[in-house]
């Protein structure tokens, strides 16, 4: 049977579940396990193509040509998964599927309600999804709280229910900000996260706590007592320079033996040397070298992030740190190429429109 791993987040949005997911993948592969990922994003339109890159960031195509969340950029870079249509689907392509069947007259003549046929429609999309792995980690978008992502919540709610909850464990991503102020960190945000989770009718499993700084053992104790969730299944989650030590940061803190241990998984011990290598060779370059990233949305640089980890992973290989440089293709045609003196590299991306565009080809 599959188990499912099913990742929330709370506070605010741009914590970093998508890294968070992913990390704990590449982990559970390092331990022998299948593992595929899904992103359930609760927004209506139908896939994220039409959406303006400053708003929503990159749109990362899979290899059935699908357009999807970059998060799914993201699972292909930390782990072996092969991403697909399938592994990511909207609030809009739930409602065009259930209406269609309405349409066809497949709920023969039923009142069609988002519970339980909305809800109905997604469990069978994550069911599709997971299809061929032992583990399925699913990443729901937005904030718990939102009204976009009720129906994505209750969802998975039955889903532990129906699954047994041996095979279903959810991992619950909160803020555990610092007030300068006061001089300390609190944990009433996280507290209330959870409170509102737990109302709902989840109740987590594992707290990852995000942070700029060491969380107190009180604090984790306080945590783990409000929160109904055991001490050792409190990871802090620290601010870290490369997205590419959080595996190990994790797995210092036992996260995949805790998953396992939830799920009733035996894997052999994690190996995580690859990580280590690659870690490694971020912490000491053997050169550098200046890129000049010339394109039109650089204002918010998630819209180019595959292009930007592609430069990150030849660094990586080369033994090369790569200093990217922004630069709005604009403002070349404004004042010129002087902003590209003294690079090494220049990367010139895609985009859509005129706009900008004379900037790239000078």
Request: net charge negative; proline share 4%.
């Amino acid at each position: 049977m599959i188990k499912y791993v099913f990742v929330t987040g709370g506070v605010v949005s741009s914590l970093g579940k998508g890294i968070a997911a992913a990390s704990l993948g590449a982990i559970l592969e390092s331990r022998g396990i299948r593992v595929t990922h899904l992103k359930l994003d609760p927004y209506i339109n139908v896939d994220p193509g039409t959406m303006s890159p400053f708003q929503h960031g990159e749109v990362f195509v899979t290899e059935d040509g699908a357009e999807t969340d970059l998060d799914l950029g993201h699972y292909e870079r930390f782990t072996n998964a092969r991403m697909e249509r399938r592994n990511n689907f909207t609030t809009g392509q739930i409602y065009d599927s259930v209406i269609r069947k309405e349409r066809r007259g497949e709920y023969l003549g039923k009142t069609v309600q988002v519970i339980p046929h909305i809800t109905d429609e997604i469990k069978a999309h994550i069911r599709r999804g997971a299809e061929g792995a032992d583990l399925a980690i699913v990443e729901v978008g937005g904030t718990v709280g939102d009204i976009e992502s009720l129906p994505f919540l209750e969802a998975i709610r039955q889903m532990a229910l129906q699954e047994g909850r041996t095979n279903a464990c959810y991992m619950h991503l909160t803020l555990v900000p610092y007030i300068a102020t006061a001089g300390e960190l609190k944990t009433k945000p996280t507290q209330h996260s959870v409170k509102e989770l737990r109302e709902i009718g989840i109740q987590p499993d594992i707290l990852l706590c995000r942070t700029d700084r060491p969380i107190p053992e009180d604090d984790k104790r306080k945590m783990a007592l409000f929160c109904n969730v055991q001490r050792e299944a409190v990871i802090e989650a620290r601010d870290a320079d490369s997205i590419y030590k959080i595996p190990a940061m994790l797995h210092d803190q036992m996260l995949d033996e805790i998953v396992c241990h939830k799920l009733g998984i035996l894997a052999r011990a994690a190996d995580l040397g690859v990580w280590k290598n690659i870690v490694h060779a971020l912490e000491n370059p053997e050169r550098v070298l200046d890129v000049a990233f010339v394109g039109k949305y650089v204002d918010l640089t998630e819209s180019y992030k595959s292009l930007t980890e592609a430069l990150v992973h030849a660094g990586i290989a080369t033994r090369s740190k790569v200093r990217i440089r922004y630069i709005d293709s604009e403002e070349i045609e404004r004042n010129g190429c002087q902003a590209l003196q003294g690079m090494d590299a220049i990367l010139v991306p895609g985009g859509f429109g005129r706009r900008g565009t004379e900037g790239k080809i000078a």
